[in-house]
């Protein structure tokens, strides 16, 4: 094939045929099964002549979508049907279940169905929730651990550190600037600051206060294994608890996130007011306490008592995290006038993706300014 066929091949592959699309080529074989499998979806006549409402058809269409595309394709491409073709019905049978691609859009939309699962899905259910909570702590429980012992050994600050890599230069070096001698272009440290090593007992209290609502499903599904992996912590106390309209404490369920997850019922209204009074009760040590608050601040509310609330909790010492999405999405659509309000006070409001939130945690133990923190690491809203 010279490289005119095979640019004409791939244009018509993204063309999707039809009068129109003017590059005159046929397609053959794997390709013609590649095209009808796009085809399924992203026609234009793809409701009516493509998967139908048919079980075993759409379960064919995941065998060939996996057959013919890399995982990261296949996700998207199911993500795409299930909302194009409103598949979600045949996603509570077995052998759909079987069929699809495991991932994080597809674990919210089963927590979304958990109410309605016949018994002989749920099963299936637990699997595909199980495979994709595994992946994500195998990708995130090293580095999250990693992230937040260090921290835990670096907020321990003394004036007699053991060992030379014990020694904090940074605070080091701008506590002698006084004894800074200019002929020699040196510093002479006469106190020196460094970290303390770890302590066994509880050092943090961690909550997680997570919105349940539907657009928070993303969110949902990384915070559970996030509270999972600092709940193996010993120096952390860390409590989750869900909310919409009412508040439910999951903090017994941390140590199987899937288990966690099922007792999660996305959809519905949201009270972010009770959700933080509830919180504000587990909370006993305020200064040595972080409350990470994840939801896209839409308050059903009383706002001016949710607005009250986090001025007493960051007042009392408590470290305060916003986040308006905890996904690799970005931020959601959130209420700006809260987010702004809340910025005011000192508590910045912003997305993070999974792979930046040890860091926030790392940064949030050793009580940085998480507004500077934001700013450098990702685009604060407000």
Same mark, same amino acid.
């Given at each position: 094939m010279t490289e005119t066929d095979e640019r004409l091949r791939r244009w018509r592959l993204v063309l999707g045929g039809g009068d129109a699309e003017g590059t005159g080529c046929g397609l053959e074989g794997v390709d013609a099964r590649m095209d009808a499998a796009l085809s399924a979806v992203y026609d234009q006549g793809g409701k009516e002549g493509g998967l139908g409402a048919s079980a075993p058809r759409v379960a064919r269409w995941l065998g060939d979508i996996r057959t013919y595309f890399p995982s990261t394709v296949v996700q998207v491409m199911q993500k795409d049907a299930i909302e194009k073709l409103n598949l979600t019905r045949l996603l509570l049978e077995p052998e759909m279940l079987e069929a699809v691609e495991p991932d994080v859009h597809l674990v919210g939309t089963l927590l979304a169905l958990n109410r309605v699962m016949p018994d002989q899905a749920r099963e299936s259910a637990r699997a595909v929730v199980r495979k994709v909570v595994d992946e994500l702590e195998r990708r995130l429980a090293q580095k999250t651990r990693a992230?937040?012992?260090?921290?835990?050994?670096?907020?321990?600050?003394?004036?007699?550190p053991k060992r030379v890599a014990d020694i904090d230069w940074d605070r080091t070096i701008r506590a002698n600037l006084k004894n800074y001698l200019p002929d020699r272009n040196t510093v002479v440290p006469s106190r020196l600051v460094g970290y303390a090593r770890r302590q066994r007992s509880v050092q943090r209290e961690v909550v997680l206060c997570i919105d349940q609502s539907g657009s928070m499903a993303a969110s949902v599904v990384y915070s559970s294994v996030f509270g999972a992996v600092l709940a193996s912590m010993r120096s952390l106390k860390t409590s989750l608890v869900v909310f919409d309209t009412a508040v439910v404490d999951l903090t017994d369920q941390l140590h199987d996130p899937v288990e966690l997850l099922f007792g999660t019922q996305l959809g519905g209204g949201t009270d972010i007011n009770r959700a933080i009074a509830y919180s504000q009760g587990l909370i006993t040590r305020p200064t040595d306490s972080i409350f990470v608050l994840i939801s896209d601040l839409y308050e059903g509310g009383v706002r001016e008592e949710m607005l009250r609330r986090v001025a007493a909790m960051t007042q009392a010492g408590v470290q305060v995290i916003v986040l308006l999405a905890l996904s690799d999405e970005g931020a959601p659509f959130y209420d700006h006038e809260? *987010?702004? *309000?809340?910025? *005011?006070?000192?508590?910045? %409001?912003?997305?993070?993706?999974?792979?930046?939130?040890?860091?926030?945690?790392? *940064? %949030?133990?050793?009580?940085?300014?998480?507004?500077?923190? %934001?700013?450098?690491?990702?685009?604060?809203s407000g």
């Open positions: 992230a937040v012992t260090g921290a835990l050994d670096r907020s321990a600050r003394t004036h007699r809260n *987010a702004a *309000a809340l910025a *005011a006070m000192g508590v910045p %409001a912003f997305a993070c993706t999974p792979d930046a939130f040890p860091d926030l945690m790392a *940064a %949030a133990i050793e009580r940085r300014d998480i507004a500077q923190w %934001a700013e450098r690491h990702i685009a604060v």
